[in-house]
């Protein structure tokens, strides 16, 4: 079985650009999950998608980030605009169940 | 409400040690429990899970069982090698929601 994949593995922007990363969950999964992980921190809640419904977006910073999961697979992650401190890695996860996750390798994001 | 505690890190082993890493839990009901490693530049892998008590989760050489009389779920594995270096994340789940701490870093020595 396929894991999740998630594309571009790293990015490089300047601040105030838009930046957008894609995940791939795995085939069947219907829980998709959008984590931020600082360095030397665990992975941070961003958005929680039941198909393509957004169930737990409250702590996406909807002033700059937005997320599609429009048919209920592939999902997009976007920043407009970008700034310093969104450097950090973002994972994509999925999951059949709701509670075990299956985590992507992550896109490792810099803002300069 | 539910929480979960986990040794903080780092921790530093030879090659061959002994490995304990501890994690409590207080919970109301009976959440499943899990273990996940993060190696250097990847994402988070599910190590090992039980999902009642006194399950035994197993996995690489790795154990957990969770422990109800002493709201345990303690990571261990007989002889830690090189390639076990990593972050090792007891999350605390329920109502599909799943919140990690820092994890647990893990360093072995040649």
Redesign the interface.
């Known amino acids: 079985e396929a894991g ?1 994949v ?1 594309s571009p593995r790293y990015k490089i922007i300047e601040k105030k650009q838009p930046v957008a990363f894609w995940c791939n969950p795995i085939s069947g999964h219907n ?1 998709l999950y959008w984590y931020l992980q600082n360095l ?6 961003l958005i ?1 998608y039941e198909n393509e419904e957004a ?2 977006d409250s702590q996406l910073p909807k002033d700059r980030f937005s997320a599609e999961r429009l048919k209920g697979v592939d999902s997009t992650l976007k920043i407009q605009p970008a700034e310093l401190g969104d450097s950090a890695v973002y ?1 994509c ?1 999925s999951s059949r169940d ?9 896109t490792r994001l810099t803002v300069t | 409400g539910d929480s979960v505690t986990q040794m903080e890190g780092p921790v530093t082993l030879s090659e061959e040690a002994f490995l304990t890493i501890n994690c409590t839990y207080t919970a109301t009901g009976y959440p499943s429990l899990f273990w996940y490693v993060q190696y250097p530049g990847e994402g988070l892998q599910l190590l090992l899970k039980a999902t009642k008590a006194d399950d035994k989760g197993s996995n690489k050489g790795f154990e957990a069982t969770y422990r109800k009389e002493t709201t345990s779920f303690h990571l261990e594995k007989g002889s830690v090698q090189v390639s076990d270096s990593a972050v090792y994340f007891c999350p605390k789940t329920g109502g599909f929601k799943t919140i990690f701490g820092a994890g647990t870093r893990l360093f072995v020595k040649a």
């Open positions: 999740v998630q829980t030397g921190q665990g992975p941070e809640l929680r169930v737990d994972l996860a709701g509670v075990e996750q299956y985590f992507g390798p992550g």
